[in-house]
């Protein structure tokens, strides 16, 4: 049917379910409802807060009926998709917090002699509406960040899931709207395709706030067409992690074999170059190698699964022809390669070069490549050499090369004796450079999805 979206499983191309094709004039509905609804029917904080702690008891109590539909609909493995449930019920916990906590602040006019006498302070109000365009690979808990954040702080949402994974999206919007409290005008869901729908909110001029979570090259070229929105951008990297000889480059093998893999590598923080030192090398390559052999490849819904099938036989093609791109510029299979059942491999790749795809671009798939090298000069530059900025790790035991990292490495977050893939829900994630412009987490984003008021009294 063409007013129809089928979404099917990318593991075995079975349907999951439909949502309706949605297109420009449903969006201008959207938006002018969301907008009304805001002039209207404000929330009050406190009602905020209780919906959000709503949100965070039902997602808990139904954590695994949405882990299923995560997995379904995306081929996350199901225990990786629990966590992802268990995730969103702490960025909805944190989300209540700020709104109990949102403030403005006292301005001391009066410090010159202009103000004396005068009371000052500022009121966070609402931005306006918020358009929320989420992209695929975290179809719950990407999208709860931008929700979450909104709702806390007072703003009503038109959300465009990605037109992968929308059933997930559109579950949370029910349970928000039908048993949280949310009133029905404050979200909207637009199901349809980013170029067209996606394209509708961005340009479109009630709605006051844009937040992305996607592709560097879409995200940019949305924030190109915003206008006078504000965009907030959280984008693509190609994580680097840095293993010293004095690190504990066992753990690093062990915490990699899942920070590489997880759902396919298709995490924007998935662990992607990893530079190694040269005394250790040969040690942690066969380590890691024999680690990644043993995951398991295969049924999403299956409980041992580790590693599925890729968002589309489109993408898997493209990740494996970067891998044969890497093998004929020189570089070794040290685990994995080929197909099973379908799906790509965890591939473990040594002797790569800077210029390689592997190394350039942002793999997005079951992909790590391996650099040895002489020197922490020669390590931080490699590590730095890229146009993406998200996050970055370092396993050393040594508290002066740790904050040289800290220190050199322009990235948003910089992880010590920690893979680049780590995050807490409610820490300033963000990149700089290509990877972004803002930083999310519930703290951060209502701040932006308020705008501070100055109230000046002369008594
Ligand atoms: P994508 O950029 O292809 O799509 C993201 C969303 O944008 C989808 O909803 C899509 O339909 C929509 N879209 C596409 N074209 C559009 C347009 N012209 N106008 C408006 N909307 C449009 O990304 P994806 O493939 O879904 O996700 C993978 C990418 O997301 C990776 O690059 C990954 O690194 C990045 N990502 C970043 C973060 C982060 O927090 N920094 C988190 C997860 C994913």
Known sequence: M???IVVRSPYDGAEVGRVPKHGREDVDRAVATAARALA?????????????????????????????????????????????????????TFAAAEARRLTGEMVPVDAAQVGEGRLAFTLRVPIGVVAAISPFNFPLNLVAHKLAPAIAAGC???????????????????LLVGECGLPADYLHVVTGAGGEVGAALVEHSDVAYVTFTGSSEVGW??????????????????????????GDWTQAA?????????????SCVSVQRIYVAAPVADDFTALLAGLVDELVVGDPMEEATDVSALIST??????????????????KIAAGGGME???????????????????????????????AYDSLDEALRLADDTRYGLQAGIFTASLSSALRAARELRFGTVLVNEVPTWRADQMPYGGVRESGNTKEGPTY???????ERLVVIKP
Do not use: C, Y
Request: glycine share 6%; proline share 6%.
């Open 2 to 4: 063409s007013d129809e």
């Open 40 to 92: 209207e029917q404000p929330l009050p904080p406190w009602r905020r807060a209780e919906i959000l702690d709503a949100a965070a008891r039902l997602l808990a109590d139904r954590a695994e009926e949405f882990a299923r539909t995560i997995a379904r609909e995306s081929a996350k493995p199901i225990k990786t998709a629990r966590t992802e449930a268990a995730r969103a019920v702490s960025t909805f």
């Open 156 to 174: 009503p949402v038109v959300l465009k899931p990605a037109s992968q994974t929308p059933l997930t999206a559109v579950a949370l919007a029910d």
């Open 221 to 246: 070229g949305i924030a190109a067409k915003a206008g006078r929105k504000k965009v907030a951008l959280e984008l693509g990297n190609n994580s680097p992690v840095i293993i010293e000889a004095d």
């Open 254 to 266: 062990r915490t990699i074999t899942t920070a590489g893999f997880s759902h396919a590598g298709q």
């Open 314 to 331: 489109g993408e898997r093609d493209r990740v494996a022809s970067w891998i044969d791109e890497a093998v004929a510029g020189g570089a």
């Open 341 to 371: 059942a379908g799906v790509l491999r965890p591939t473990v790749l040594t002797g790569v070069t800077p210029d390689m795809r592997v190394s350039r671009e942002e793999v997005f798939g079951p992909v790590v490549a391996i650099q």
């Open 445 to 451: 984003a209502v701040r932006q999805m308020t705008e």
